[in-house]
């Protein structure tokens, strides 16, 4: 048979079918096609059982999700799997690499599974706001059972080929060549009258499964699904399996596929997944850029930020020195460190001699001197340009040429520490979220000196750690805090014009956001700004009151926010529940009444107006800029950083969704209610809202 990604040849009377459709042999239409016929032709040949396996780095890891919202075109993925699964010849499907979504899905119909150890299989689809369409969610729980079924397809976790072997859905692991072993195996059960086991032919006992279950389910999810429509749809589908026939189950989930693949979440969802690979790639750079290789490296500052990162590189097994001024702060830092793994122990999510290993790869010291060999340096200490200058004046004296000096600062200008060394090309800022062993973005800063490959080792070694990255250019902030300045602000001014905290949270959180901004506040500490706000004041810079005089009253009150019990709301001791508090709602009445404010009734639209709209405004400044080199790329930051939520796709995503003419109108009707000092339309925006165009089409046409 002659086609461009599916091969069939006979070896040893098994019929094998190779996939080789680089790079993760996506389920094209041209790779659909080939094995349906390749499955037909060998109905009649000499092959007495087939193995399906693929070539490259991976086994088949998904539906080409590019062609999505297009016409489908034949045969369909379905259509493939009937004729895989009522195969007259027994198939083996041979997993590498990772069988994801479909590709798990297409194995699932085979008769048999082998993988390599390394292997992983899942179905990874409600990440992309949909659910496994061809047949997963009918077959999974028919195999592992329902409860095993939910947890895999809800997360969307892959698992590694020794879960699933546990759990049935592998039935053997070839140890040594996968080619060979498949073939082995699929004529040891040739040979042994090893039946064709149709997934689809087992019945579910109804009666194991408790009355309630599912509602329960649904009702669990829904707390942390944040308005997502595709687990609740996940869950209607496995209580199918259970109740209803094989064809009637996947009839219902091709439908409630179809209304996931054509939702607007699932659309803002794929944005995501490509833009988190854009988002990868620095524009002036080649692809094949060289890299600078980090087998060790050190961490100044063992404080909350220092500790998160270390653990970083110890998870991947990269050795880290951490540095800190004396042996007490040292030892603190890495107390805390033990004590983050031993939580996660306690979690059952580690076991204790991982932790033991983990722990080998991290050191401590408080000398300069042990710092000579290592090749990259991170810098994790206060946030004080004067403290951070003399660290890297040190590191440039004792570091080895070409290692690479980085700074996490928040706000400070990398290019002012970069002049603190001699080596200005060796110096970019990696700025990590906290905590920053889970946050996965990571903003790395290009300095106007940080030479090309200091960065493309940024971006490959942010990968390696399990970061998402996106570049950004250096400005107050960068990317990410720049932008959530005015969404701070218009949090801060919606309670003096009539919301209160529980009402802007619950807005902010029914769109999405993990967390409100108000919520955030008491969190983060109310004294980390207020401290910032007094730099600032006595740097000369004059102050809005409107932008933070609650917060400040609370701060002098000695309301700091979670950590001291209370700040906008009071918590709970025991479960740190939010209590709203009448004190605090007479404190912003008599602050707004001394601003000569009238309240009023805020609704849950102006409150998500008033915060998202700052955000896309300044985005758009930021674009304008070249701080950021894409759209794309600030949705990134914003979903990976501040939990923005995925299924809205960003902040600019967002903004062609409302349309640029409707931000820019409410954000003029903003203006003209608080003043052009705090609403300002970007001229981008204003550009782009008169040429009814979009930030999308602007990004692509600057490609
Ligand atoms: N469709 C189209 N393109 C895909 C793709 C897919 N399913 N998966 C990956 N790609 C592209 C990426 O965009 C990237 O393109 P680029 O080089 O132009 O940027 C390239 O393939 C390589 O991808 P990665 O950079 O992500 O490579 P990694 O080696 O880091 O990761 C992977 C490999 C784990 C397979 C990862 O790509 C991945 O998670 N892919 C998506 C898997 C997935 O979601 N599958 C389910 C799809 S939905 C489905 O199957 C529906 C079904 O139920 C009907
Ligand atoms: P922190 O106060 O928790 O820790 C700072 C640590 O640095 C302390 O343990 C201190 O002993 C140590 N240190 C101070 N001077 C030092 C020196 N000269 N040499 C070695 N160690 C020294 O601070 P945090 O929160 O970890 O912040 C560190 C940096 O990370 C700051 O620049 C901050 O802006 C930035 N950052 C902080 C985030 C956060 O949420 N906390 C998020 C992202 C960046």
New binding site residues.
């Given amino acids: 048979m002659s086609n461009p990604v599916v091969s069939y040849e006979i070896i040893d009377s098994i019929g094998v079918i190779t996939v080789n459709n680089p790079?993760?042999n996506?389920?094209s239409q041209a790779l659909r096609d080939g094995i349906q016929k390749a499955v037909t032709a060998a109905q009649s040949d000499a092959s007495e059982a087939l193995v399906l396996i693929c070539a490259g780095?991976?086994f088949i890891?998904?539906?080409?999700?590019?062609e999505f919202g297009k016409p489908p075109m034949s045969p369909s993925?379905s259509d493939i799997l009937v004729s895989i699964e009522n195969s007259k010849k027994l198939i083996v499907a041979a997993i590498h690499g990772?069988a994801?979504?479909?590709?798990f899905?297409t194995s699932l119909a085979c008769h048999y599974r082998c993988a390599i150890a390394s292997a992983k299989v899942g179905?990874?689809?409600v990440?992309?706001g949909?659910l496994?369409?061809?047949g997963?969610t009918q077959r999974v729980p028919r195999i592992a059972g329902v409860k095993a079924a939910l947890e895999l397809i809800t997360t969307g976790n892959p698992i590694s080929a020794a879960e699933a072997a546990d759990m049935n859905l592998i039935d053997e692991i070839i140890e040594g060549d996968l080619k060979s072993g498949a073939i082995q195996y699929a004529k040891d059960l040739v040979d042994s009258g090893a039946p064709l086991k149709r997934i689809r032919d087992i019945t579910i006992n109804a009666s194991s499964i408790e009355p309630g279950f599912f509602e329960s389910y649904r009702k669990k999810l829904a707390q942390r699904a944040r308005g997502q429509i595709a687990p609740d749809r996940i869950v209607s589908c496995v209580e199918a399996a259970v109740k209803l026939p094989m064809d009637q189950g996947l009839k219902l989930e091709r439908d409630l596929?179809m209304e996931c693949v054509q939702s607007s979440q699932s659309r803002a969802m794929r944005h995501v997944?490509?833009a988190e690979?854009?988002a990868a790639k620095i524009k002036d750079l080649p692809a094949n850029m060289p890299v600078r290789d980090i087998k060790r490296v050190a961490i100044i500052g063992g404080g909350t930020m220092g500790g998160g990162i270390a653990m970083c590189f110890a998870n991947v097994g990269i050795p880290v020195t951490m540095l800190e001024i004396n042996d007490e702060a040292l030892e603190r830092g890495l107390g805390i460190i033990r004590k983050n793994y031993s939580i996660t122990v306690q979690k059952g999510k580690m076991t204790e001699a991982e932790m033991a290993e983990r722990l080998t790869f991290i050191n401590g010291t408080t000398q300069y001197k042990d710092l000579a060999d290592v090749d990259l340096v991170i810098e994790a200490v206060f946030e004080n340009p004067d403290i951070k200058a003399e660290v890297f004046g040190k590191l440039d004296a004792v570091c080895k040429p070409g290692a690479i000096l980085a700074s996490n600062t928040s706000y400070q200008n990398i290019d002012n520490i970069a002049a603190a060394t001699k080596r200005p090309q060796d110096v970019l800022g990696m700025h990590f979220f906290s905590p920053a062993n889970v946050m996965k973005l990571l903003e790395v800063v290009r300095g106007a000196k940080t030479s090309d490959d200091v960065l493309a080792t940024a971006m490959q070694i942010g990968k390696k750690i399990g970061k998402v990255c996106a570049l950004s250019r250096v400005c107050y902030g960068f990317i990410g805090n720049r932008m959530l300045g005015g969404y701070g602000r218009q949090a801060h001014m919606l309670l003096l014009d009539g919301a209160s905290p529980a009402q802007i949270d619950a807005a902010a959180e029914e769109f999405g956001m993990a967390m409100g901004p108000i919520a955030m506040s008491d969190l983060a500490g109310l004294d980390v700004g207020y401290k910032a706000r007094q730099a600032r004041e006595a740097a000369g810079e004059k102050m809005d009151p409107r932008a933070h005089c609650i917060a400040s009253a609370l701060v002098e009150m000695g309301r700091l926010g979670q950590k001291s019990g209370a700040g906008y709301y009071k918590y709970d001791p025991q479960t740190r529940a939010r209590v709203p508090d009448p004190e605090v709602d007479a404190l912003i009445k008599a602050h707004a009444e001394k601003l000569g404010i009238k309240r009023r009734e805020i609704g849950a639209e102006e409150i998500v107006a008033r915060l998202m709209y700052p955000l896309i405004n300044e985005g758009a400044l930021i674009l304008e800029e070249g701080i950021a080199q894409r759209p794309g790329d600030i949705d990134i930051v914003y979903v990976y950083g501040y939990a923005f939520p995925s299924a809205k796709g960003g902040p600019m995503f967002y903004a062609d969704e409302v349309g640029l003419k409707n931000v820019y109108d409410a954000i003029c009707k903003f203006r003209d209610q608080h003043g052009a000092d705090i609403w300002k339309p970007a001229p981008l925006l204003e550009r782009l809202a008169k040429e009814g165009s979009t930030f999308a089409a602007w990004g692509a046409a600057q490609e």
Avoid: C, Q, W, Y
Avoid at 61 to 66: E, L, P, R
Avoid at 100 to 103: A, D, I, K
């Fill in positions: 790079p993760v996506a389920l780095r991976t890891a998904g539906a080409d999700i590019t993925l990772t994801l979504g479909g590709g899905e179905l990874p689809e990440k992309l949909i496994p369409g061809a997963g596929f997944f490509f690979r854009e």
